[in-house]
């Protein structure tokens, strides 16, 4: 644009501005009557709330703030605020920028809390770094033999042995001969580590006599909720008390006294048999996430034991062999119990005043004093719900830290002009003064983004909040919004809330349960299968068929005589395109019922993920090559359980989020926060999924493999599958890594759109994979075919009305293969980018004698397939 038209649309007047940002203006919700006031600070930069207001720290470490009214009084909707963006990104940018744009991780590090150990001890934790670095430099044969040499220098024998993160596998541990060296070990740590095989756990922890505690967690072996594994431990040493941080069924005085503070390291515990009540001295007891089933029946667990006991912390375990009044009976008889932190509702009951009833004792109950709760007559007490503040641990990047705190602080918007909106929504923090806003549900202020256009245009943008009152608001009120405004429960808004609160977690699994048992219950009856009824369309004498199409490689590569291709679709035969053929389509084109298309109908209960994912639920349940699949506008409570109970039971807790139907990875992240689960969902509807943290790996890198199918006909199935596949591999080495999460080409293998495309030759990848793997492709194969053909069979099942005789269609089936060689499905697309099956020549792999498929005869095999029953290059499912 010239600079005449730029002059002539530049902002001067208020009707300028308001002809410029009236929609903007209206969306915001801004009072009419600011409107005035938000141009000229606007105008005149204008940043005056540090008059106003005040940030003051919510703790004594500082780790929250709040924001505080200092002038004497403001009115409903008087004034309006300037909030400057302090951080403005794409997500799939954020670590990059992070690590190079100068100054912004200080002040991002700062402004969300998480730089409070840097400023005072920056020296104790370059300490901490170098020994960490030093520490992996040892062996865990050396380390053993270090703590050996320390005992005997003392004349002690060593009882506590800590192995962790030392690469140690099941050979090594073996060789290690832990119990014939420390055959007194009452704790052993192996946690992160590369331990798979229980039988190798078993061979040393069987003649370790004295063992009452083994931590595995951060091993292969515990990933998998694999209850046998856990059973096959404990069978070879009953004495366990403590198994992967969780009490087993033998647990005792050890195990009580480990989570009162009594042992460590450094005080192990050895003379506890020589004691007759080693508890005494006990007065807090934290057994959070402790996976305890039974408490009451526990002799150790008494007041006879640890008469002392005035703090005690139940939170997070089943107690699911228990009732609510055996365990309210057992907790009067500590006499000197005054603070008790449970989940409500939970095991002892549904009502925090019917547990103060039967425990008359307690002056807090979830750190909430217990006469203001009676006084309040709080049956579910909402005040428990504390804050999520930053966590980190020391020596962890501050890149790292500001990642992970970061969902507690952004908000966002999409860009969207005349043409289009953007595919991908820009995340931003507010400046230090908007991000100490904390949240109500009857908050006093409004905030809401605004971009402002100088010059009229879109280009000259620049982006701020907000700020405005909504109450009268006096002198010394701390200034709240509500972050989840405009969303009500029908929009999960107490789910939602767990982004920023610490939510009752035992309502949440209670749930997840529920759903479980549900989904376990559920088996496919298929339809009973019917003889074939599609017929080819030639006959005769017949010419070609016409072929309308709008995809480039069907004109460009459909070169057999039988089909002809035809700008004109009211006179084609086969309809062939990209587009959904939907009734306003079918008017606009003149397409007919006699036509056929290639497309089947409700086939969303496929290609669309979150119907792909219910489909196969309903069908099947639970089977083992789908994921952990969630609705999120429909299961965010059950995903939220699901989590926690992971979280609970140690194991790995990454997710990947796809938007229900957007291609070439488009707004998909990973992530192991369910902060960013929740606040993800505001960038449109999505499924979550549990990521694959351990796939099968090419050559250290990650791979999917793109297979095509077929479709005749849904009733009688007719489906074929291609007998060609291609692989399609990540550009970098797999990592699971905090950084390398926001890595595209780490995590994700489509490459036709970002990076370059890896392509490999599919004979050479089996005959490597084979090799590096020690596996026959073969098995692998027979495996993915049967998962495709029973994907099919649940959407015939399902969705009978898929059926129609005028249909015909190819799928893109997208599949991962985990770490033990078993197919995953990912996801099924719609006509699908056949490119690479043009552009290049490859062999039918596990046909002998086939002769190599040329690329430029792909889809004339396909249409041979669809239209004219014939059945080379594709083998019937």
Same mark, same amino acid.
């Given at each position: ?25 209206? *969306? ?99 300490? *901490? ?48 001969? @832990? ?8 704790? @052993? ?46 069978? *070879? ?24 503070? @009594? ?44 008469? +002392? ?106 860009? *969207? ?115 074939? +009824? ?344």
């Amino acid at each position: 644009m010239g600079s005449d038209a730029s002059e002539s649309n530049k902002i001067e007047t208020f009707e300028d501005f308001l002809r410029v940002h009236g929609l903007l203006l209206a *969306a915001s919700g801004l009072p009419p009557q600011l409107h005035m006031p938000l141009f000229e600070k606007l105008s005149a930069e204008i940043f005056d709330g540090g008059a106003y207001f005040q940030i003051e720290p919510t703790d004594e470490e500082g780790r929250q703030r709040r924001l505080v009214m200092t002038s004497d009084f403001m009115g409903k909707e008087s004034n309006v605020f300037l909030i400057d963006h302090a951080w403005t990104f794409r997500l799939s940018d954020a670590y990059k920028q992070l690590q190079e744009v100068p100054g912004l991780a200080q002040r991002m590090g700062s402004l969300m809390c998480v730089d409070l150990d840097l400023n005072s001890d920056a020296e104790q934790a370059s300490t *901490a770094k170098n020994w960490s670095n030093e520490a992996s430099k040892v062996s865990a044969a050396d380390l053993a033999r270090e703590e050996l040499a320390k005992a005997k220098e003392k004349g002690d024998i060593v009882r506590w042995l800590e192995l962790e993160e030392l690469g140690i596998d099941d050979h090594t541990l073996v060789s290690l001969d @832990l119990s014939t060296k420390f055959p007194d070990l009452l704790a @052993l740590s192996l946690c992160q580590n590369k331990l798979v095989s229980a039988d190798a756990v078993v061979h040393e922890v069987r003649n370790l006599t004295r063992l009452k505690a083994l931590w595995l967690n951060g091993n292969p072996i515990t990933e998998k909720q694999d209850s046998y594994v856990m059973d096959k431990i404990l069978q *070879a040493n009953p004495r366990l008390e403590i198994l992967n941080s969780h009490f087993t069924r033998s647990f005792g005085k050890w195990a009580l006294g480990f989570c009162g503070g @009594l042992y460590e390291k450094d005080n192990p515990g050895h003379l506890l048999e020589n004691s007759q009540h080693p508890l005494l001295g006990v007065t807090s007891l934290d057994l959070s996430n402790r996976g305890i089933h039974n408490l009451v029946h526990n002799k150790a667990f008494s007041p006879v034991e640890m008469p +002392s006991l005035s703090y005690l912390n139940l939170k997070d375990n089943p107690f699911d062999e228990i009732s609510s009044s055996d365990m309210l009976e057992v907790l009067k008889r500590f006499s000197n119990l005054r603070s008790l932190e449970v989940d409500i509702p939970g095991p002892l009951g549904e009502s925090s005043l019917m547990i103060l009833e039967s425990l008359p004792n307690l002056s807090q109950l979830n750190g909430v004093c217990t006469s203001k709760i009676i006084e309040a007559g709080k049956h579910v007490i909402d005040s428990i719900m504390e804050p999520r503040l930053p966590e980190w641990s020391p020596g962890e990047p501050l890149a790292d830290r500001i990642i992970n705190a970061m969902w507690l602080y952004l908000m966002n918007y999409r860009l *969207a002009d005349e043409e289009k909106i953007d595919e991908t929504s820009v995340w931003y923090a507010m400046d230090e003064l908007g991000s100490a806003l904390r949240h109500s549900d009857e908050p006093n202020f409004m905030v809401a983004p605004f971009l402002y256009m100088p010059e009229g245009k879109l280009s000259s943008s620049v982006s701020f909040s907000l700020l405005w009152p909504i109450r009268d608001i006096a002198n010394g009120h701390e200034c709240t919004r509500d972050f989840l405004f405009g969303i009500n429960e029908e929009k999960q808004r107490s789910s939602r809330l767990t982004a920023w609160f610490h939510t009752p977690k035992n309502y949440f699994i209670h749930e997840y349960e529920k759903h479980r048992q549900r989904l376990e219950l559920r088996s496919l009856t298929p339809a009973s299968s019917k003889a074939s +009824s599609t017929r080819g369309l030639l006959k005769g004498d017949r010419t070609a068929l016409r072929v309308y199409t709008d995809i480039p490689h069907i004109e460009d590569f459909l070169t057999r005589p039988e089909f002809v291709i035809t700008s004109d679709p009211k006179g084609a035969d086969i309809i062939w395109t990209s587009m959904q053929v939907d009734e306003d389509m079918r008017k606009a084109a003149g397409i007919t019922d006699e036509q056929y298309i290639n497309q089947f109908p409700f086939e969303a209960c496929l290609v669309m993920k979150h119907h792909l994912a219910k489909t196969v639920q309903e069908a099947y349940g639970l089977p083992e090559w789908l994921q952990p699949t969630y609705n999120l506008e429909m299961h965010l409570t059950q995903l939220i359980g699901d989590y926690c109970l992971r979280e609970r039971n140690r194991l790995n807790n990454l997710w990947i989020l796809k938007p229900w139907n957007m291609a070439r990875t488009i707004d998909t992240t990973v992530t192991n926060s369910i902060s960013a689960i929740i606040r993800l969902m505001e960038t449109g509807p999505k499924i979550c999924q549990k990521y694959i943290e351990h796939p099968a790996l090419f050559n250290g890198r990650k791979f999917d493999l793109r297979f095509i199918v077929l479709v005749r006909s849904v009733n009688p199935m007719e489906i074929f599958l291609a007998d060609i596949f291609w692989v399609r591999l990540a550009n970098n080495q797999y990592s699971l890594e905090q950084n390398s999460l926001f890595e595209y080409e780490t995590h994700f293998t489509v490459m036709n759109y970002r990076g370059k495309i890896n392509h490999k030759d599919t004979q050479e990848f089996v005959e490597e994979f084979e090799q590096e793997h020690g596996v026959k492709w073969s098995d692998i194969h027979e495996r993915t075919r049967k998962m495709i053909r029973s994907v099919f069979e649940a959407a015939a099942t399902v969705h009978p009305e898929m059926h129609s005789p005028m249909s015909r269609a190819i799928y893109g089936i997208d599949v991962m293969l985990d770490s033990s060689f078993q197919p995953k499905l990912l996801e099924v697309t719609y006509c699908p980018d056949c490119t690479r099956a043009c552009k290049y020549d490859m062999k039918a792999v596990g046909r002998k004698g086939e002769e190599t498929v040329k690329g430029g005869d792909f889809f004339n095999y396909v249409f041979g397939c669809l239209f004219l029953n014939e059945s080379a290059h594709v083998s019937p499912l």
